[in-house]
């Protein structure tokens, strides 16, 4: 199917924070690498951060080409802008389902991200 997409769609995906879709249609518009790539990372801190799905994570950081170090410092850098503007809940302690524990944000990266082998 090939579907025509107008920035009233990009608009709807991002009030919506469907970040993945959103990158889609912003490729497809022919946004700037620089639009596409904040996107891109929207998407990622979504998927890590927000949803805590590591598989999910090192599926886009592939699929947009993020290498395993740069997706790191953007989720600490990003984790610390929460932390000092007080809005830490994002980055506090869950439970993680795949190991039965409970982490931090920055414990989660450490544990399911920095070990991954290579992401490309």
Known sequence: MNETWTKDDLEKEIERQNFVRAV?????????????????FEALWQMAALNR????????????????QELIKFLEDKAARFREN???????????????????????????????????
């Open 24 to 40: 889609e249609i912003a490729a497809s518009l022919g946004l700037s690498t620089n639009e596409v790539r904040d996107l891109q």
């Open 86 to 120: 007080g809005d830490a809940k994002v980055i506090s302690t869950h439970f993680d389902p795949a190991t039965g524990k409970y982490f931090t944000f920055e414990g989660w990266v450490a544990f399911h991200i920095e070990k991954w082998k290579d992401n490309k």
């Open 53 to 68: 799905n590591a598989g999910g994570t090192k599926i886009l950081a592939q699929a947009y080409g993020v290498p395993k």
